[in-house]
């Protein structure tokens, strides 16, 4: 039996649309005039006009009620252009704080990653350095803090707005279900490895377009055959993550959560969100990862110069991945998730 894996209608309108939106308002010059903060205020500005901010809430909290598979596909056109906003932290941070009234209009929402030290302080929590307010775990509690944010941020690969951010200063609301945590920070790991997949894609048409135009000895060098089996070996794997992403995007809209979902390793059958969403971010970090480190190495010395775009999706693909954990901790984490539900 034939498995149609295209977007469906709808979803084309909205990769259409978005595509169309960050390829005219976040062109490179804008990600490294956002530069090293990695915030674009305007972009973001056209993006509340836009309601993107608001897709991820039910139409009952005053959002457009979007799937997460149509989320994921918003993600995946703002990895494509690296675009400098805290969208998907913002829609993960803001699906938890739904009918709690607590974030304002206007307001950035954001998720601590990690619980907080025993100081009360969420470290490099991404979008921490812009964010009003933060969601995370403090003392085994589900809060949400307001305070003001620090607007600077540490140097980092990625140049990400990350900052640490208190747990217990400011205006602090507990929420009612810790487990709620870890449900939002699975789809953070669903939405970053959707833009991991823009910027893997991205690369490869970088890298195609590069070996087209650039020559030696007489010719374009993608006609030289270890430059043409470097680059064809990319789509099955930057193809296989999107796939991935999306089975975890469709695992999550129909409520395979919380065990409600199939791991069975003896025929390979994961239909759990949790373990799908570690695989999705996993998979799509090494997809981006190769595909601009390739890229990268056709453009030869001009590759790691800074007039040059390739640069800009291969630090990104390492501090977008990183900004987690180490991956090696996340795939021993994956396998806790896999084979203690299986024993």
């Known amino acids: 039996m034939a498995i149609d894996f295209s977007l469906s209608p709808d979803q084309q309108v909205i990769a259409d649309v978005f595509t169309s939106f960050f390829s005219q308002e976040s062109g490179t010059e804008v990600v490294r005039a956002a530069e090293p903060l990695g915030h674009a205020p305007e972009l973001w500005s056209k993006l509340q006009d836009m309601e993107a901010p608001a897709m991820a809430l039910p139409e009952a909290q005053g959002g457009a009620g979007a799937t997460m598979a149509d989320l994921v596909v918003v993600a995946e056109a703002l990895g494509r252009a690296l675009a400098p906003v805290p969208l998907l932290e913002h829609w993960a941070a803001s699906r938890v704080l739904a009918g709690s009234n607590f974030l304002a209009d206007g307001e950035i929402a954001t998720l601590a990653l990690r619980p907080s030290t025993d100081e009360g302080i969420w470290r490099l929590v991404p979008a921490g350095a812009i964010a009003q307010v933060v ?81 030696a000895f007489g010719r374009p060098i993608g006609a030289f055959q270890s430059v043409q089996h470097g680059l064809a070996e990319l789509p099955a794997l930057i193809d296989g993550s999107r796939f991935l992403v999306h ?81 090696a901790r996340e795939r021993l984490r994956l396998a806790d998730l896999l084979w203690t539900r299986e024993a």
């Open 135 to 215: 969601v995370g775990l403090d003392d085994g509690e589900l809060v949400a803090v307001r305070s003001e944010p620090p607007l600077r941020a540490p140097k980092n690969h990625g140049s990400a707005p990350l900052a640490d951010r208190s747990s217990r200063l400011g205006e602090r609301l507990v929420l009612t279900e810790p487990g709620a945590f870890d449900l939002a920070l699975d789809e953070w790991r669903v939405f970053t490895a959707a833009a991991l997949v823009g910027i893997a894609q991205q690369a490869l048409d970088i890298g195609v377009a590069y070996a087209l135009e650039r020559t």
């Open 247 to 327: 089975k975890a995007a469709w695992a999550r809209d129909n409520g395979l959560i919380h065990g409600a979902g199939e791991i069975n390793m003896d025929d390979g059958t994961i239909t759990e969100f949790a373990p799908l969403a570690a695989m999705a971010f996993l998979e799509s970090a090494e997809a981006a990862a190769v595909a601009t480190d390739k890229s990268l190495h056709y453009h030869g010395g001009y590759g790691f110069s800074l007039e040059y775009d390739i640069q800009l999706y291969f630090r990104r693909a390492r501090g977008w991945a990183n900004i987690l954990n180490d991956p």
